[in-house]
C-alpha cells in the first residue's frame, strides 16, 4: 500500500487523491462519470462476516489500528465527496458569455471595432460610430451574459450541498479504543463505528450487531417509511439490502455497530452527488434553436458580405474601403435587440411563475416544458401527499373506509375495536409533544394520527405503562411490548407486524363482541381482505393482544426479551390496517389535462411495484389494465436498446424500485427517442435525474437541498398541478417569442437594404449606424418585450408537443424579409427621397453622388435646382434625411408591432387588450422625440429636428401592411388559393 499501484486494480483507484495513470483531468473525470453511471457491483453485503474483516484488514472488537488506518487515509484520501474540478465559476461566467446569440453579437462587437480602426488608420477624421456600436454591443452581451451566469451559478454549488449532508463526528473503535469525537473525514474502510438514534450514518456500513436499529433511507430511496436493518444475510441489491446502512441516512430507532464498507465519493450518497455533479445538462429546445438561427444568419451574413466584396472590389472601391463595407453590412445583419429581448422576456415570465407557485432558476426551462414530450414523475411527494394514512382497517371480518362519515357510529361499543386502539396505542414508538404534534415512523404516526379520531392515545399509555419489548426486525416482521394494566394490575402483550406472521400466531379473535376460534374460514377471509387491501397499494398491518393470566404472571414477574418468556403465540387477533401515502385530489384533472396536450406521464419510483400501480391508476398514469410495471431488478438486466424498446412499445410505465443510477437511465431513453423530458423529484437519488433532464422539477417544500439546488424549476406548493401551468406558459412563451423575433426580423430589412444601396448606387446613406442602434436596442425593445404579455391561444394545451416547430421558420424569414420588411424599406426610402427633393436633391441626381458628398474638400454639389451645397450643408440635410429614415422605420414598427399580436387571427376579434404593448407604442414614439428633438441626443445619434408633416409620411405605408396582413390572415384561416399563404408566410 505504501508504493503507488501503476494500474487501475479497483474501482477505488478511480478515486484516490493522486491520479495514478497520469490521466488528465478531463479524461479521469470521464472515466469516473462512466463508473458511476453503473450499478454498484460488489459482494461485501454477501459474504461472511469473518471474511470480511480479513478482507477488510480489521478487527470487530479492537478495530483498526492508528497507524493502519493513518495508511488508508493517505492512500485513499478523506471521507468526503470531491468536487469535479476547481474554479469552476470563471468557465461558467465565460460560458454564460460567449454561447448562443452572444457569439454573433461579440462578432459584430469586434467588427465594429476593426472597421474603427481601419478609418482611424486610414482617415484624418474618422466617424465615431462603429466605435459607439461595438462598445453597446459589448455591454448588451456583458449585461446579458452576466444576467444568465448569475441564474445558473448556484446550481454549481451542488457539491457543497451534498457535503453538507454528512456529519462532522463519529463514534468509532481504533487500537480498541471507542473515541466519539472522530472527525467523520477521517474515517477509512474496515472502521467500526456505533450509531445510535439522531445520528446520521457517516459512512456506508454493515452491520455487525444491533438492537431495533432503523434507519431513514427517504434521501436516498425516495420511500418514507423507516426501514430496520440488522446482521442478517444480504440480499442481490445492494440498496436494499437489510444489512447495509447508508451514508448520510438517519437513524431514527436503536442502535447498530458496523464496519465501514465504502467512504467519500464510493458510498452510495457519494455515487450520486458524483452522477449530479458531473453530468452535463442537456441543451434546451430554445438554447438549440437560437445556436441554429444563429448559424443560419451567420450564412446569410457571411455570403452578403461576399457578394458586397465582390461588387464594392468590382466597382473600384479601395481595398480598405471595401473592408468597412463588408464590416458594414455584416453588422447590420445581426439583430441587437434579439438577445436582450429572448432574455427580458423571458425574466418576466418567470416573475409571473412566482406568483403561480413556480420558482424558474433557469430561464430556458420554461419554454422547455412547453416543448416537453415526456414527465417522469416521483411518486411520494409529488402524486401523493407524501403522508402516511390509515384508509381502511378490517375489524370483526368487515372492511371499513376511513372515509366514511358513518365509521364512527358503526364502531361505536365493538370490543375488537377498543381492543384494536389500546394495541395501536401501546404498540408503538411514536412520541406526541406536548402541543399535540406526533414524532416518529411514519406508519406510526399515522395510526396515532387516527386513533386521536376516537380516543386519546396518551391517556391510554398512561393507563398502560411499557414493562418490556421486542423491538420490530426484518427477520421476525412483528413488534412486541408488554404494558402493566394499572386498573386491574394485570400484564398485556401487544403485537404488531406483517400480516402472514401475526395471524400464525393468533388462535382467536373478537367478533361481534364474542371470542371465537380462528377457524380455516375466517383465516381465509382475512387472507383475501390483506390481498385486497394490498391491491389498492396499501400496507397492512396486523395487531393482536394477549392478556397474561396474573397467577403466571405476577407483578413481580421479570420478563426476558432475549430469551423470551412470555407467550407470542396463541393470542387473539384483532385486526387488520391499511396504510397509504394519499394522492393529492388535483393530480388526476392535472395529469388529465397533460396528457390531452399531448405530454407522456410515466411514474419512476423507488417504492414497491403493487403501491406503484395502485398510486398509478388512482392519478391517471394507468389507465388501462395493461399499464406495464417495470422493477429495479428488470431493469438491472435489460441493455439500453431494450429499455429503448420497451419505452417504443408500451405507452403507460409504470418504473418502481428504481435506484438513482437507473432514473438517470430512463430519462437519458427518453431523450434518446427525441424527446423533451421533465423530471420530478425531492430526494438526494432524483438529483442525477434532474441534472440529466431537460427540465428538472424539484418540490419546494419536501425537496430536498440538492434536489432543489439541481433542478431547473422549483414547485414551492409541491403539486404536480403547477406543472400544467408551467406548460401552459411555456407554450405561450413559445409563441409569443416567435412574435418578438418576427417583429425584430421585420426592421433588419430597412436597416440592410440602405447600406447595400449606399454601397452599390453610391449615394448619401439613407440610416446611420447610431440610428440603427436606437431601432434595434431603444425604440424596438419594449413593444418587441410586450408581446411576451399577450394571452395565450385557446388551443394551447389542446395540440401536441411541437418537434418540428422551430423559432425561426422559414416562413417567417419569407414575411419578414419578403412581404413586411420591403415595405418597411419603401417607407423609409419615400421619406429619404421626399426630404431630399424638398431641399433640391430629386432621385435621378443623388445615385452616384456619395464620393462628392462625402469628400470634405468639395464644397459646391449642386442639387438638382442648381444650388450649391458645402460639406457642412450637405451633413446637415443628411442628418435630417437620417431623420425622416429613421421616424418612417418607426412608425412602421408601431404598425408592425400591432401586426405581429397574432400569427392567425384578425386584429378585429383579438383587439388591443395588451396594456403593455400600448404603453410600448408611446415610449417608442416618445423615445423618437427624443432622438430627434433633445439637443445633444440627436448630435450623438446624428438625427434632426424634423418638420411636423414628415411624421406622416410612412402612414400609407404602415396602412398598406395593416391591409396586407389582415389579408393574408383571412387567407390563411380560409385555406384560400389552395393553402398557398399558408405555406409561404404562416410562422
Not at 417583429?743 to 447595400?756: G, Q
Amino acid at each position: 500500500m505504501n508504493t503507488k499501484s501503476s494500474s487501475l486494480s479497483s474501482i477505488s483507484d478511480l478515486f484516490r487523491p493522486t491520479n495514478p495513470r497520469g490521466l488528465r483531468s478531463r479524461d479521469l473525470s470521464s472515466t469516473r462519470l462512466n463508473v458511476l453511471k453503473k450499478e454498484i457491483q460488489t459482494d461485501a453485503h454477501m459474504i461472511p462476516l469473518s471474511n470480511l474483516y480479513t478482507l477488510l484488514g480489521t478487527d470487530p472488537v479492537h478495530g483498526l489500528s492508528n497507524d493502519r488506518a493513518k495508511e488508508l487515509l493517505d492512500y485513499y484520501g478523506p471521507n468526503t465527496l470531491t468536487p469535479t474540478t476547481q474554479f469552476l465559476w470563471p468557465r461558467l461566467l465565460f460560458k454564460s458569455l460567449c454561447t448562443g446569440f452572444s457569439i454573433l453579437i461579440w462578432l459584430g462587437a469586434v467588427l465594429c471595432l476593426t472597421a474603427y480602426l481601419i478609418e482611424l488608420s486610414t482617415k484624418p477624421d474618422p466617424s465615431t460610430d462603429n466605435l459607439y456600436l461595438g462598445c453597446v454591443l459589448i455591454a448588451v452581451d456583458v449585461v446579458c451574459g452576466l444576467f444568465s451566469f448569475f441564474q445558473n451559478y448556484n446550481s454549481t454549488k451542488i457539491m457543497k450541498t451534498f457535503n453538507s449532508m454528512i456529519p462532522m463526528n463519529a463514534r468509532c473503535t481504533r487500537d480498541g479504543v471507542l473515541n466519539t469525537d472522530t472527525e467523520v473525514h477521517n474515517l477509512v474502510k474496515g472502521d467500526i463505528i456505533f450509531v445510535e438514534i439522531g445520528d446520521v450514518i457517516p459512512a456506508d456500513i454493515r452491520i455487525i450487531e444491533s438492537k431495533g436499529f432503523k434507519v431513514d433511507n427517504s434521501s436516498l430511496t425516495g420511500e418514507c417509511i423507516a426501514v430496520p436493518r440488522s446482521n442478517t444475510d444480504g440480499t442481490d441489491n445492494i440498496l436494499e439490502s437489510p444489512n447495509v446502512a447508508f451514508s448520510s441516512a438517519l437513524c431514527v430507532e436503536g442502535w447498530a455497530k458496523g464496519v465501514v464498507l465504502c467512504c467519500g465519493d464510493l458510498t452510495a450518497l457519494g455515487r450520486v452527488a458524483g452522477l449530479a455533479a458531473r453530468l452535463q445538462p442537456a441543451p434546451s429546445p430554445l438554447s438549440r434553436e437560437i445556436r441554429r438561427f444563429m448559424r443560419c444568419m451567420s450564412v446569410w451574413a457571411l455570403s452578403l458580405g461576399a457578394f458586397i466584396a465582390g461588387a464594392s472590389l468590382t466597382l473600384g472601391y479601395p481595398f480598405m474601403q471595401t473592408t468597412v463595407f463588408v464590416i458594414g453590412i455584416i453588422v447590420a445583419n445581426i439583430p441587437e435587440g434579439l438577445q436582450p429581448t429572448v432574455t427580458a422576456s423571458l425574466t418576466l415570465t418567470a416573475k409571473r411563475m412566482v406568483a403561480k407557485k413556480c420558482l424558474v432558476k433557469n430561464l430556458e426551462a420554461i419554454e422547455a416544458l412547453g416543448a416537453c414530450t415526456t414527465i417522469c414523475s416521483d411518486k411520494t411527494g409529488t402524486l401523493t401527499e407524501n403522508k402516511m394514512c390509515v384508509h381502511h382497517i378490517w375489524i370483526s371480518n368487515k372492511t371499513c373506509s376511513v372515509l366514511d362519515p358513518d365509521l364512527g357510529s358503526s364502531l361505536m361499543n365493538d370490543e375488537a375495536f377498543t381492543a384494536f386502539e389500546i394495541c395501536g396505542a401501546l404498540c408503538s414508538n411514536a412520541s406526541v409533544s406536548s402541543n399535540g404534534v406526533v414524532r416518529g415512523d411514519a406508519s406510526e404516526k399515522a395510526i396515532l394520527d387516527f386513533l386521536f379520531m376516537f380516543d386519546d392515545p396518551i391517556t391510554l399509555r398512561k393507563r398502560y405503562p411499557k414493562v418490556a419489548e421486542i423491538p420490530f426486525n426484518s427477520v421476525n416482521k412483528y413488534q412486541v411490548s408488554v404494558h402493566l394494566d394499572l386498573l386491574s394490575s394485570t400484564y398485556l402483550v401487544v403485537m404488531k407486524g406483517a400480516p402472514e406472521c401475526i395471524i400464525s400466531r393468533c388462535s382467536t379473535l373478537i367478533s361481534n363482541n364474542k371470542i371465537i376460534n380462528m377457524s380455516t374460514e375466517i383465516k381465509e377471509a382475512t387472507d383475501i381482505a390483506t390481498e385486497n387491501l394490498a391491491n389498492t397499494g396499501e400496507r397492512i398491518l396486523a395487531f393482536a393482544d394477549c392478556i397474561l393470566n396474573p397467577k403466571e404472571f405476577p407483578l413481580d414477574y421479570n420478563f426476558d426479551t432475549e430469551d423470551v418468556n412470555f407467550p407470542l403465540d396463541n393470542l387473539r387477533f384483532l385486526g387488520l390496517v391499511g396504510l397509504k401515502d394519499p394522492p393529492r385530489e388535483e393530480v388526476r384533472y392535472a395529469i388529465q389535462r397533460v396528457r390531452e396536450a399531448g405530454v407522456r406521464v410515466m411514474m419512476v419510483t423507488g417504492d414497491h411495484p403493487a403501491t406503484a400501480r395502485a398510486v398509478a391508476s388512482e392519478v391517471g398514469i394507468a389507465t388501462t389494465p395493461n399499464c406495464h410495471v417495470v422493477t429495479g431488478t428488470e431493469l438491472r438486466n435489460m441493455t439500453p436498446d431494450l429499455l429503448y424498446l420497451t419505452l417504443e412499445k408500451h405507452y403507460e410505465i409504470v418504473f418502481a424500485r428504481t435506484s438513482p443510477t437507473q432514473k438517470l437511465q430512463i430519462v437519458e431513453a427518453c431523450q434518446r427517442q427525441g424527446g423533451v423530458v421533465a423530471v420530478t423529484g425531492d430526494g438526494v437519488n432524483d438529483a442525477p435525474a434532474l441534472r440529466r433532464a431537460d427540465i428538472g422539477i424539484s418540490m419546494g417544500i419536501t425537496g430536498s437541498q440538492v434536489s432543489k439546488q439541481t433542478a431547473d424549476i422549483i414547485l414551492m406548493d409541491d403539486n404536480f398541478a403547477t406543472i400544467v401551468t408551467g406548460i401552459e406558459e411555456g407554450r405561450k412563451i413559445f409563441d409569443n417569442l416567435k412574435k418578438s423575433v418576427c417583429y425584430i426580423l421585420i426592421s433588419n430589412v430597412p436597416e440592410i437594404i440602405p447600406v447595400l444601396i449606399f454601397i452599390l448606387c453610391s449615394i448619401p446613406l439613407p440610416l446611420g449606424v447610431m440610428t440603427i442602434l436606437c431601432v434595434d436596442l431603444g425604440t424596438d425593445m419594449w413593444p418587441a418585450v410586450s408581446l411576451s404579455y399577450e394571452k395565450a391561444e385557446q388551443d394551447v394545451m389542446a395540440r401536441p408537443p411541437r418537434t418540428s416547430d422551430p423559432l425561426v421558420s422559414a416562413c417567417m424569414l419569407r414575411l419578414a424579409y419578403g412581404h413586411l420588411g420591403l415595405i418597411e424599406f419603401a417607407a423609409g426610402m419615400f421619406a429619404y427621397f421626399i426630404v431630399m427633393a424638398e431641399h433640391g436633391f430629386y432621385p435621378s441626381n443623388l445615385f452616384g453622388i456619395r464620393e462628392e458628398w462625402d469628400n470634405e474638400a468639395v464644397s459646391d454639389v449642386e442639387d438638382s435646382l442648381g444650388q450649391e451645397w458645402t460639406y457642412a450643408e450637405r451633413k446637415e440635410l443628411e442628418r435630417a434625411c437620417q431623420a425622416a429614415y429613421f421616424v418612417a422605420v418607426v412608425i412602421s414598427q408601431i404598425m408592425n408591432g400591432i401586426i405581429c399580436k397574432t400569427r392567425y387571427n384578425s386584429l378585429f376579434h383579438v383587439g388591443m387588450q395588451n396594456k403593455v404593448l400600448k404603453m410600448g407604442i408611446m415610449v417608442e414614439l416618445i423615445v423618437a422625440c427624443v432622438v430627434c428633438y433633445v439637443p445633444g441626443v440627436n448630435t450623438f445619434f446624428r438625427t434632426y429636428p424634423l418638420r411636423l408633416r414628415w411624421w406622416f409620411l410612412a402612414l400609407p405605408f404602415a396602412a398598406l401592411m395593416f391591409i396586407f396582413d389582415e389579408f393574408r390572415k383571412y387567407c390563411i384561416r380560409k385555406q384560400k388559393f389552395g393553402g398557398w399563404f399558408n405555406m409561404l408566410t404562416y410562422y
